[in-house]
């Protein structure tokens, strides 16, 4: 009897409200459904472009409009033929601008790569003055807006050309060409080795190479024997990084060039000029997965020092 | 009488603060004499400049003022790579991209030792360790005890003059961290090598250690053998830091050689103890320091039972107490009792202090229990107990 009235008293009835527990269920079904609803939209203005674009660089037809049946004369058309002009109205074929491409981005990616990773190491191991400083300045590339970048480059080599010229008007003038393609290039691909070089130093435990010099290493040793292979991922990763936006760069390309220089990315806005054609798709195509393929490379390299990074 | 191996004669460290005026003093004007074949252990809160000292003699950070020596020899302008010197990392720092025995290796690669004697050389050190098998593994497939052993071996393949260890069980669950605790202090018999390590662990430097130099804010408080630290504490710090003490506040009364008598606040009879300085003066206010374990307790009425079962009247029994000279006795009453499995601690009212007293729980636990409340008799001999400056 005693029991009972303790628990009487401690324990009252819970009471459930079961039209409001419905609308609550309710209103929390409606809410999952909303955010499917969410990523199914954002994901479909994402990729569906992309998926178009592929569908019909496989399309038998001129039109772009309308499906005719499935061909790969577009991309064998690639490698065939002359495709595309330059602003000059010179015509540059397709091969030849991949070639530019991959030697132009071939050549900023090495000097950013070089460049990138020994700043890193300097603005990761030593104080100095003005390092904060230096460190924002260095994610400018990043930030500012490319066309604000492309047009301040040309300007920038603009006067120097000028100045050059002037000093010596008996030699032929110097001009615009790779070498400003790649300098341009160059420039924004150090920020993005930078960021990527840097983020596996920072991982990295400072106490490793206390370690090696503790059992007799010289800093030259430490550095090729511990440092360097351990950073090694990270600067793959970064460069394979640059690469690729070095392959997909217009803007600074576009600004930069010398008269008829022609890279992939300029024959291709040359070639839209008159509409989209079967073979831009094809080309673009062609590019987007290849830039994947670096880029996923990049990603797995950086995952995979992320791990190695711990002893 | 071993030679000095590593002698550091006034060293400061001193590094830039946050703010550009302030200067941190890591650490204040140190002497020690560490001798040859010794296990020596800095033992210190975390913050006391241990760490610092530990990197001074390895070489990665430079005095600010004082001088180094190994061997006699002055260490200022050596740098690591040429110091007779290993380190034993906290966190292990093995080369994850080597394996085990490249990582054993890679000291004996940079002093230009032949490939093959390298390569035995390594094997026989991971044998000495007990990790044989696990030479071809990766670092990050070992667990923290064996990554710690390949740590241990990659440095004393080298056979330094001094192996320098640096918090080496922090990262090790108890269990384990025992059981190295014995085993690195057997090794160090075997090789001979003088061992420095640090550590905030008292129990580890007691365990391990010849030696012991307990530390706080950059100084050296007090330098001896585990038995002189604990028993003879020279400071309010390293008797607080090292064991369990309770500190009763007083005025020293008068003194005579190694021992003063002190008037606590609020009970009568004056207290003899020895003096942990001889310069403290008659008159000065000082702290007494008691370990609970060095106290003991008998009622004040009934019998006082011994550990083999027999008992003795408690009349009788302070009678014959206070015949030694040594022997401090003073009434109290139980506050609290507390059973902790091998003993029971005590709260004893003692005047107006609270002494806390831990008795060992031998034979069966009514042989030796007091009830809150019981009045008591509190004694302890002269010897045990330390006055201390404030």
Redo the contacts between chains.
Sequence with gaps: MAQQTLSQSLAPEIEIDVAKLRRDLLMRQVGKVGYLLNALVAYFFLWAPIFVLVVFSFNDSRSVAQWQGFTLRWYSGIFANVAGTGTSGSTTSILDALSNSLIIGGVATIVATILGTALSLALVRYRFPGKRVLDSLLYMPVIIPEIAQAISLALFFKIIFDAINLARPDQPPVTYGYGTIIIGHVVFNVAYVVIVVRARLADM?P??E?????????EW?TFW??TF??MLPGIIAGALLAFTLSLDDYIVTAMNRGIGDATLTVVVFGMMRRGVSPEVNAISTLMIIFSILLIGISLLLQGRSAV???? | MPEVEVDLRHITKEFPGQRRDVIFRAVDDVSLEILDGEFFALLGPSGCGKTTMLRMIAGFELPTSGEILLRGKAMQEVPPFHRPVNTVFQDYALFPHMTVLQNVMFGLEMEGVKKAEATRRAHEALEMVRLPQMADRKPRQLSGGQQQRVALARALVKRPHVLLLDEPLGALDLKLRKEMQLELADMQHELGITFIFVTHDQEEALTMADRIAVMNGGKVLQVGTPEEIYDAPNSRFVADFIGETVFLPGRLDSKEGEFGWVRLDGVETKIKASLAATDIAADQNVTVAVRPEKINLFPIKGKVRYADGSSDEAAEYKTALLRDPDINLIEGVIKSSNYIGTDTRYTVAVGTHDIVVRIQNFGLRSDTHFEPGQHVNVFWDAETVRILTQ
Excluded: I, K, Y
């Design positions: 435990n106490r490793l206390e370690a090696a010099r503790d059992l007799g290493a010289s040793q024997r511990v292979p351990l190695t990074g711990r002893g």
